[in-house]
């Protein structure tokens, strides 16, 4: 079964780019997406179609997909976007989760 | 604007069944441009996907749970449900509906971009 993998923890300063990656075999050849999660909250998707954000998405998150790497960028974080992410990609008729990586804004 | 509200027993006893629905309300669920389905969290753990069904039946599983789950859809009263039968303590978990956007030429996509509020189920006798 097809696989996505993600880091655990990503640690970023107020301000500064985040980069949060997701591993799959020619993940490249698919598209990936990716959702916010807050504590309590139900996720929220920020990326869609590899690079695409849905209306009310800050523009301080970008996206990328090339090869086996889907990329999560977040240009001048904030303390608000201090959360859990996941990719999500579909193959053979399946959707596949990444594990999740913990973003932490200090 | 589109608003999705699991609903169903919060406990459910070992080896019986779990049943959760899914009210779709401000938008009909009739609609080939939308799946919709079902998501799952363990306590501090991640996403999984179980299943999705398109207003027409057409149903998508999670090989890992496709022996125990159905997904179906009631058009006439815009919903959509979960069966997971034979359930143990690891189906203890929060349990989410969403509606799904699909398609594409070259590429497939599929990604979820309204979710309910999501509801737990805890399985213990």
């Known amino acids: 079964s097809y696989e996505l993998t993600q880091s655990p923890s990503v640690s970023v300063s107020p301000g500064q780019t985040a980069s949060i990656t997701c591993s799959g075999d020619?993940?490249?050849?698919?598209?990936a997406c990716w959702y916010q999660q807050k504590p309590g909250q139900s996720p929220v998707v920020v990326i869609y179609?590899?690079?695409k954000r849905p209306s009310g998405i800050p523009g301080r998150f970008s996206g990328s997909n090339s090869g086996n790497t889907a990329t999560l960028t977040i240009s001048g974080t904030q303390a608000v976007d201090e959360a859990d992410y996941y990719c999500?990609?579909?193959?053979?008729?399946?959707?596949?989760f990444g594990g999740g990586t913990r973003l932490t804004v200090l | 604007q589109l608003h999705l509200q699991e609903s169903g027993p919060g406990l459910v006893k070992p080896s019986e069944i779990l049943s959760l629905t899914c009210t779709v309300s401000?938008?009909?669920?009739?609609?080939?441009?939308?799946?919709w389905g079902w998501i799952r969290q363990p306590p501090g753990k991640g996403l999984e996907w179980i299943g999705s069904?398109?207003?027409?039946?057409?149903?998508y599983y999670n090989p890992s749970l496709k022996s125990r789950a159905t997904v179906s859809v009631d058009t006439s009263k815009n919903q959509f449900s979960l069966r997971l039968n034979s359930v143990t303590a690891a189906d203890t978990a929060v349990y989410y509906c969403a509606r799904a956007c699909h398609g594409g030429n070259n590429y497939y996509y599929y990604y979820m971009d309204v979710w309910g509020k999501g509801t737990t189920v805890t399985v213990s006798s």
């Open positions: 999500q990609a579909w193959d053979s008729s399946t959707v596949v």
């Open positions: 179609q590899d690079n």
């Open positions: 401000g938008g009909p669920i009739s609609s080939s441009s939308y799946y």
């Open positions: 069904v398109l207003y027409s039946g057409t149903t």
């Open positions: 020619k993940l490249g050849d698919k598209y």
